[in-house]
């Protein structure tokens, strides 16, 4: 092993968050002013691109040999050459026109579900802001090398695992590696050498998404040697299963060869002691074992098996491979972790209380603005609530660092999840953030912090000074003294309120003040 790997291989063995930030620099020979042009490019070559593997898509004789690949499909060729040999022109051209039926129309949802999945990986293919020679500028991710400098902001992907040296309310979303759907926050204190991955607050993983804040940070680890890639990798070395569909199939072609095979050498015994000819005898055997194979089977299979994976295409859904289909129709227990993929990781504002007691339920679910209040135990809002239900939206919307847009007809959001939550029921309001944002000056933001327990905005509206504070209903009564009782203020009562909040949370609301 050579200078050059015994680096890379160091480098990649550190515990970077138990290193002070000038070692991190000097072991990855660089500085919060990046590398110059000429050094990332050396090292590019030596590190490699900043990508996952992803093994190369088939081309369509692959995907067509594939198909071939088939214990059913062998016997069918052997049945047609046994029928060529006995001069059964037609059955012999029968049994090809199956194969060819079978073969053409897997070969055909296969490769468009290849040429769909090469298209999402295009999709997925990101940048990165990075600062080099004191210079900053955005490049493909996949040009990251270690000791690149790399700026994060809300809404960004990281693109490498990073070292935060620089960490303003930052937060990620590390739910796909650690599970945990609410955002992690991020400082830029050391660390103990034996904390596990999720605790690492001051590093930033590579595939997690900015959710507020920004940061920066130097790149420690590419490509495969990320803690996403390391998965990737166990994953990659593990052997699949044969499909359920796969293994019947090759049991029921052995137990057609094996009954075959056993009939056919009885059926040569008899006629053979009935004094027929050796070559009588062996047309009587092969047209025997051809008429057994059953020809129709693999094409009813393939027809089946794409019927299934076009109803799956309408719902989103790329089966790169049929026996995939039956595969997941063989699945009696399903476990998963719920964040992401039993659920969509959106929060949804569902209820207001408001002090006096008035109660309403939202209607709608996600990030975007469908849905409507409906007063509970009333037949409709009144103009007076739906006053204050407008004013207590406009108040979470401006204490707010997220965003919520409709661009092309799509909902677009990034942000904390409370953030765009409260952004979608002003929605449905029919208060538009951004509107509401123009008419005010903004004076300052008391960013969100778990220690805190709150963020606050200050802006200035027609000559006077507003605050506006969102966040755990026992931190925001701190703050209050009056409180709005249908059309009048009155003293705060403190047990009513609390009482509220605590009848929520044992329903597993999430409650906010």
């Known amino acids: 092993m050579g200078p050059i790997s015994q680096k890379v291989d160091s480098l990649y063995n550190e515990n970077w968050h138990a290193l002070e930030e000038n070692t991190v620099c000097e072991k990855l020979a660089s500085s919060k002013t990046g590398l110059d042009l000429k050094e990332a490019v050396d090292r590019l070559a030596i590190y490699g691109p900043n990508t996952l593997p992803l093994k190369d898509s088939p081309n369509i004789w692959q995907v067509l040999l594939r198909q071939v690949k088939n214990p059913l499909i062998f016997i069918l060729i052997a049945a047609a050459i046994a029928s060529l040999a006995i001069g059964e022109k037609t059955d012999a051209i029968f049994i090809i026109i199956i194969i060819g039926l079978n073969s053409g129309l897997g070969a055909y949802q296969e490769y ?6 090469a298209s999402l990986q295009n999709l997925l293919k990101i940048s990165a802001r990075i600062r080099r020679g004191n210079k900053e500028f955005e490049i493909p991710s996949e040009e990251l090398v270690p000791g690149d400098i790399v700026l994060l902001e809300s809404g960004n992907k990281v693109p490498a ?3 935060l040296f620089e960490a303003n309310n930052l937060s990620a979303d590390e739910s796909f590696l650690t599970g945990e759907s609410v955002a992690a926050t991020k400082r830029t204190s050391l660390l103990p050498q034996n904390v596990g991955v999720s605790e690492r607050k001051n590093i930033a993983y590579a595939g997690s998404t900015v959710v ?4 920066l940070g130097i790149v420690v680890s590419t490509g495969m040697k990320t803690e996403v890639g390391r998965i990737a990798e166990h994953v990659n070395e593990s052997e699949s299963a044969k499909p359920p569909l796969v293994r019947r ?3 029921f072609t052995r137990q057609i060869s094996i009954m075959v095979l056993f009939v056919s050498i009885i059926l040569a015994i008899i006629l053979h002691l009935q004094g027929l000819e050796a070559a009588d005898i062996f047309f009587f055997v092969v047209a025997l074992a051809v008429s057994a194979i059953p020809e129709g089977l693999p094409v009813a299979l393939t027809v089946a098996l794409s019927i299934a994976v076009s109803r799956m295409s309408k719902r989103n859904v790329i089966v790169r491979k049929l026996p995939t289909v039956e595969s997941l129709g063989s699945c009696t227990v399903i476990a998963s972790d719920k964040t992401g993929t039993l659920t969509v990781n959106q929060q949804t504002a569902r209820q207001v209380f408001l002090p006096d007691g008035q109660r309403f339920n939202i209607s709608g679910q996600g990030y975007n603005g469908e849905g409507e209040f409906t007063a509970v135990n009333q037949a409709e809002v009144s ?11 406009e108040l979470a919307m401006l204490a707010n660092e997220g965003s919520l847009t409709r661009e092309n007809g799509e909902w677009v959001h990034y942000g904390d999840a409370m953030d765009v939550a409260f952004l979608a029921m002003g929605y449905k309001l029919g208060i538009d953030s951004q509107k509401l944002k123009s008419r005010i000056k903004l004076l300052g933001m008391i960013p969100y912090e778990s220690e805190r327990k709150f963020s606050a905005a200050f802006y200035r509206k027609a000559g006077l000074t507003f605050i506006s ?3 755990a209903v026992e931190t925001i009564l701190e703050f209050c003294n009056l409180m709005q009782y249908e059309d009048r203020t009155v003293d705060l009562d403190r047990v009513q309120v609390e009482k509220q909040a605590e009848e929520m949370a044992v329903r597993g609301y999430r409650v906010l003040a």
């Open 112 to 117: 468009n579900a290849e040429k769909s999945a």
């Open 161 to 163: 695992d990073l070292r």
């Open 212 to 215: 507020t804040g920004r940061g």
């Open 249 to 251: 199939m090759e049991n």
């Open 383 to 393: 103009a007076q609530a739906g006053e204050r239900l407008r004013r207590l939206s």
């Open 469 to 471: 504070a969102k966040g």
